[in-house]
């Protein structure tokens, strides 16, 4: 079968020390060759070619794609640079990542932990486990409550910041008595990406992220990783990728690691403005419930500080009425209303209209794009304005 850790040949070795920047634009980049492009193009393959016996690396699509290989050492050395036996899986999507590291670890009389304010498809997950006879229990992400449902669990899973509430728990804290009692411990990294949180070096045993998001930036892919250290789970999860199918085009790879070479630019941008937003949304009397871990008054503020590098771009608040929040969305001009977040144009939506969120009507999760902050805050104080009557 493919032996996981495939070289292909890494790129030279950075200099220790280097920066967020640095490790980004170089992330996952294979050595030079001579008349090669830096960042080799998507390979197209269904099957390659193998006479003989059947050996790895790349055989058969489903399995192994070159192009996936750059994209997950990429995203490896960005979620644990300097860490050995380290392995990292690309996915079709979030959901795809989700569910292998789920689906592959959990058997029948199995119980699970999960957040009761994670991503919004994770009653869904729950739902299915429980039709296989694994329990699930769920707990909020904040207080650490969590803790509480952990004897006996097989696994931990851990969202934080948590979508679309942005609560925040203490990721050592609840890795350290989940393996105190022998279970596994997954967080959800999607809305830190790997620049602003790193799960790994806090103790879990995956990190697990929807690429869509702030990872690739821009609107346009759908992608998911698993990133892990211990090779028996790593190796059901690939088994599992493998049997259901959940891989991603070499386009989408291709087009994911390319992006991944400005993410540093984007998160630091994106996330200093989502901050200078929050602090503009602070003044205005007709917001309440605003949340942004990287305000020195959230209640997420501490734990945020000790574990994260970076606070997102995702702000979320309440609006007096679900008509208040639509004329709001409805008034803004630098801001389109749609779902999902991380992208480099701004996004706002009234969560509620889904129905799977346990948030006021008026409750809006805004993601914060690369535009200027001075125009976005303009364009959020004017649509307020406009909105009140
Ligand atoms: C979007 C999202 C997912 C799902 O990712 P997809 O790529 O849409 O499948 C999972 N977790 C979180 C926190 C998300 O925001």
């Not at 634009?25 to 390979?43: D, N």
């Not at 144009?345 to 129905?355: D, F, M």
Request: net charge negative; glycine share 12%; proline share 7%.
């Amino acid at each position: 079968m493919n032996e996981s850790t495939t070289d292909t040949g890494h790129g030279p070795a950075l200099p220790d020390g280097a920066g967020d920047g640095t490790r980004a634009v170089r992330a996952g980049l294979p050595e030079p060759v001579k008349h090669e492009p830096t960042l080799p193009g998507p390979v197209f393959a269904a099957h390659f070619h193998l006479p003989g016996d059947p050996t790895g690396p790349y055989t058969y699509g489903r399995d192994e794609n070159p192009t996936w290989t750059l994209l997950e050492r990429a995203v490896g050395e960005l979620e644990a640079p300097g860490q050995d036996g380290v392995e990292t899986l690309v996915f079709a999507s979030g959901m795809a990542a989700i569910s292998s590291v789920l689906f592959s670890q959990l058997r029948a009389g199995d119980a699970v932990v999960l957040p009761d304010d994670g991503y919004q498809a994770l009653p869904l997950v729950r739902a299915q486990l429980e039709t296989y006879g694994i329990e699930v229990r769920t707990a909020p992400t904040g207080g650490d409550a969590q803790l509480e449902v952990l004897d006996g669990a097989k696994l931990l899973w851990i969202e934080t910041p948590s979508n679309p509430g942005l609560d925040v728990c203490d990721v050592r804290r609840l890795a350290e008595a989940a393996h105190a009692r022998g279970a596994l411990v997954a967080v959800d990294n999607t809305l830190a990406t790997p620049l602003g949180q790193r799960p790994l070096e806090l103790g879990a045993d995956f990190a697990v992220a929807s690429g869509t998001k702030q990872l690739t930036g821009h609107g346009d892919v759908l992608l998911g990783y698993v990133v892990g250290r211990d090779a028996e789970a790593m190796a059901a999860v690939r088994r599992w990728r493998k049997i259901v199918g959940a891989i991603p085009g070499p386009m989408e790879a291709w087009l994911a690691h390319r992006s991944i070479a400005t993410l540093q630019l984007r998160v630091d941008r994106q996330n200093a403005t989502a901050l200078t937003l929050a602090r503009a949304l602070r003044e205005r009397s007709e917001v309440t419930g605003l949340r942004y871990p990287g305000l020195s008054d959230d209640p997420s503020h501490t734990i945020a500080s000790q574990q994260m590098r970076g606070f997102g771009c995702v702000v979320s608040f309440t609006l007096p009425s679900r008509e208040r929040a639509d004329r709001f969305l409805g008034a803004l001009r630098l801001v389109d209303d749609a779902t999902s977040f991380g992208g480099v144009r701004s996004t706002a939506e009234r969560r509620g209209r889904w129905g799977g969120d346990a948030v006021p009507e008026g409750f809006i999760r805004f993601s914060v794009g690369a535009e200027d902050p001075e125009d976005l805050v303009a364009d959020v104080l004017r649509a307020l304005d406009e909105s009140a009557v």
